[in-house]
């Protein structure tokens, strides 16, 4: 029954419509007031932790009146939504991001300054929300923002981890992974306790005939669980809009423990069935582009999307309308394959739960999906077997079953007799164990499929998905290029830059928002004023992460020295292997070299950081060398400032916001047709760094907005990857480029330590086939990486380098992605807060 004020007593409401603070005074009132009731502490007690604590309520509340008001304009205008379905949300910090996005970051600052506090200090007590690996879950955090920004009906869906990414320690130039207790206090979260659904594993299928003939399958049995929504309000900038990301946290169904056990004295296992529910949601994966096929991660897949899926159909029945209509007022966007399973779920909700026929539901599912590809590495495409399918949910894999019959007549009639191809394009793959093919069944339950960047779509267009673009056209497959938010990755990470860009292109409110406008800049490229300000802001991002490094390492870094970085997950497809070595090769060189001639040498500062999967023994091995070339060079008297490597601990969202507008130079080299699109390389640009990069995904769209010159590309091309390779396992004429056997010789004769310690890596490229090129490549990333110096010992032209791409960045806004997937695949429209009128009917 839904709860609703009577008529007569709404005035009562109106009269105490609540306002967020709009002043210094008002913020100041604020936070003392939550500081002393909601924390129940005094001026006496307060700390930066609780200071941070009282900031964030404050905002918070700001951002419930609108996020309220956003959602009942929503549910009154009852045009189409769309649900971004994400298994991974990096989100980063929240009190910033508020802040900016709602425009009183100044108020903030000037009243905390006031009660005595520096708003940067309470900046930093908050805990990275750390629910994701990389480029995939940070994606999805972008998109958010682009969507409350644009004044989209947007929902985020995902899994509320109780543990996030693990924390990286590096101990002895070794990773240990210890837990990230970040949910110790998370004021951007709301509890819904009353928002459960309660989710169905294991049991058995019955199937009953009614009078009619027609079949009805009965899912019975087996275990429950509880999902317990818990909502995270996303503000857009400069609007009102505040969109909702819902997340699920597990619970027992049944209580919370035993109570017959308990009293039999059987204390341990009376709390047995609460740890086993709470375990689904407990932890992230922290495999980034890695598939490993295990019960609890599909157990996580079935727990979320069910929950989901229930809560966006509840929705629409609320609206009372038919069936049919149901793709014109939801669309679902599948982030990679994890939530495939909803494709599922909703055809079964369909025929089994609402009795629609097959064709009826089957319709509705394709129109209602659209379906993101991120990759095309083959460890990453999630398989899971056959049998644990048949154990875990035994209706679904009927349910697949089904669509893949249904689906392989289809195929049939449109290539008789192709049984190749059949075998090829089932969604059951005939493998021992039997497979089944969650990429498959994704694009055969969508209406769009799409890729993250141009090479990127054109690879699935030709290689993976190829029978499918035969099958159903070429127009179910499209590309939307990756974008980024500006106002994290500049206004929030770069306010010195955002301002001085803000300066020429329209206010912040302007060009945050419609990021073309940063081609104004172009035009001061050669104001000396100009470029002395950026010049400026530059080397003050530079001289902050030389005293963060410092501060954590205690190697001094010179902030004159080019600062060449790569920070992303470790892989051996992203090659931190290649850079390492690298500069190894430089080391040796300077070592090679009189005192007179490495003074001549262009100074670098080498800054890696990213995590490995726990699991991943060859990248854990490549932070270890880069650890231990660190410990030689960094004390090396011969050496000095000419070089430094340094490895950044825990690298997470909020240590990118400090380490990217400090980068001069960043690498972005992975093996050409491996990395989808990559987005950090973005945001380095949109930093007024310049990119090393090889010709793979968006670095190829960025050379051609902001133009060849302007970028350092090198390297093999996608199109001839395939051949190296066969060349190298059968054509018998691998040969190992010189410098890389004198860096290999370095490392074996133990310059960096026991040569044992590295020897899978030297072997993988030597005498395993080096799958990802790194001996093909390896030249000319010396050459090119030379030609930086050069370039760089002209800061004149540098700088013009800088500003111009920055200039030219316009096109990488999740904004312009956003759009285009409103317009190409969930076609839905922007809902403006002032078209809305009104009150709720309740969400
Ligand atoms: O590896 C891709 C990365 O290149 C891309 O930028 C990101 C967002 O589209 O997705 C990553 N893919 C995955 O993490 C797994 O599919």
Known sequence: VEASIPEPQRQAWLKHQITGFEDKDDFEKQVVRHVETTLARSMFNCDETAAYAATSLAFRDRLVI?????????????????????????????????????????????????LGFRVEDIIQQEHDAALGNGGLGRLAACFLDSLASLNYPAWG???????????????????????????????????????????????SVNKTTDDTGKITAHWEGGDTVRAVAYDVPIPGFATPSTNNLRLWSSKAASGEFDFQKFNNGDYESSVGDQQRAETISAVLYPNDNLDRGKELRLKQQ??????????????????????????????????????????????RILIDLEGLDWDDAWSIVQKTFGYT??????????????????????????????????????????????????????????????????AYLAIV???????????????????????????????????????????????QANPGLSDLIASKAGGSEHFLKDLTLLNKIELSVDDPAFRKEWAAIKLANKTRLADYIKATTGVEVSPKALFDVQVKRIHEYKRQQMNIFGVIHRYLTLKAQTPAERKKAQPRVNIFGGKAAPGYWMAKQIIHLINSVGAVVNNDPDIGDALKVIFLEDYNVSKAEMIIPASDLSEHISTAGTEASGTSNMKFVLNGGL????????????????????????????????????????????????????????????????????????????????FYLVSDDFHSYLETQDLVDKVYADQETWVTKCITSVARMGFFSSDRCINEYAEEIWNIEPLKPESAAGISKGE
Not at 177 to 189: A, G, S
Not at 303 to 330: C, G, H, N
Not at 483 to 488: A, F, L, M, N, V
């Open 66 to 114: 609108e996020w309220n008001r956003t959602q009942q304009r929503q549910t009154f205008a009852d045009s189409k939504r769309v649900y971004y379905l994400s298994l991974e949300f990096l989100m980063g910090r929240a009190l910033d991001n508020a802040m900016l996005n709602i425009g009183l970051k100044d108020v903030a600052q000037s009243g905390l300054s006031d």
């Open 445 to 491: 339950g969508s209406h769009k499929v799409n890729g993250v960047a141009e090479l990127h779509s054109d690879l699935i267009r030709t290689t993976i998905f190829k029978d499918f673009v035969a099958i159903y056209g070429p127009d179910k497959f499209v590309n939307v290029t990756n974008g980024i938010t500006p106002r994290r990755w500049l206004h």
């Open 691 to 770: 990119i090393i990069g090889t010709c793979d995904g968006a670095n190829i769209e960025i050379t051609r907005e902001i133009g060849e010159e302007n970028i350092f590309l090198f390297g093999n091309l996608a199109e001839d990857v395939d051949d190296l390779r066969h060349n190298h396992t059968y054509g018998g004429d691998h040969k190992v480029d010189a410098s890389l056997q004198k860096v290999f010789a370095a490392i074996e004769s133990g310059t960096f330590g026991s040569a044992q310690d590295f020897s899978g890596m030297i072997t993988a490229v030597r005498d395993h086939g080096d």
């Open 373 to 438: 590809n991120h990759t095309v590495l083959p460890e990453a495409l999630e398989k899971w077997s056959v049998g644990l399918f048949q154990h875990l949910l035994p209706r679904h894999l009927q349910i697949i079953y089904d669509i893949n019959m249904y689906f392989l007549q289809f195929v049939e009639r449109s290539f008789p007799q192709d049984r190749d191809m059949l075998r090829r394009v089932s969604i059951i793959e005939e493998s021992q164990p039997k497979m089944v093919r969650m």
């Open 157 to 203: 869906y995902g899994l509320r981890y109780r543990y996030g990414i693990f924390k990286q320690e590096i101990i002895d130039g070794y990773q240990v992974e210890v837990p990230d207790y970040w949910l110790d206090f998370n004021p951007w979260e709301f509890p819904r306790h009353d928002v459960t659904v309660d989710i169905q594993f294991y049991g």
């Open 302 to 347: 079935y727990f979320w999307v069910a929950a989901s899926l229930y809560d966006i159909v509840r929705r629409f029945k609320k609206t009372k309308r038919a069936w049919r209509e149901f793709p014109d007022q939801v669309a679902i966007q599948l982030n990679d394959t994890h939530p495939t399973l909803a494709i599922v779920e909703l055809q």
